[in-house]
């Protein structure tokens, strides 16, 4: 069963990406792409969430709202809203077993496309440790004074 029922489905290797089709991964890192202005957001997404529920002991494990996603940029995800999901690529990079890569992969795109200092990126920080410094200057975009340092 293919399962592209969603809107404006993710992409992997310029096809769309399903249910069916993540096996043996845990999460991926991704590229989201407004189409109209070129603007663009590096994340991390998990296809598994692990929730407590009650009366077990265990956890339980299910599908993540990974099909419903756009990243955790309260800009990006405003702009989803005003301009409409069809005005935004979504686009898996790499597909990751552990954790631990996925963060790490994540972390290393970001860096690798300087999106702390490029004014075509949604990103505001990196890993919650660096973040985009108010008082920098950045040609073509304004920056938020909210910004942490």
Known sequence: MTDTDYDNPWTFNSKPF???DIGIYLGFVYII??????????????????????GKKNR??????WKKYYG???????????CGK??????ILSLHTTKGD?????VKQQFKNDVLEDAKYF????NGKWYR?????????????????
């Not at 339980?60 to 709202?65: A, M």
């Not at 955790?72 to 405003?78: G, I, N, V, Y």
């Not at 069809?86 to 686009?91: I, S, T």
């Not at 410094?133 to 340092?149: A, S």
């Open 102 to 106: 996925v963060n790490y992969e994540e």
């Open 72 to 82: 955790s940029s309260k800009d990006l995800m405003a702009l989803v809203k005003k």
């Open 33 to 54: 792409t407004q189409k109209s202005t070129g603007m663009r957001y590096i994340g991390r997404k998990y296809f598994w969430s692990y929730k407590k529920v009650k």
């Open 60 to 65: 339980v494990k299910s599908e993540s709202d």
């Open 18 to 20: 399903t249910t069916d």
């Open 123 to 126: 990103n505001d920080n990196i």
């Open 133 to 149: 410094k108010p008082d920098h200057i950045i040609e073509g975009r304004e920056v938020n004074e909210d910004y942490r340092f």
């Open 86 to 91: 069809e005005d935004f690529e979504r686009v």
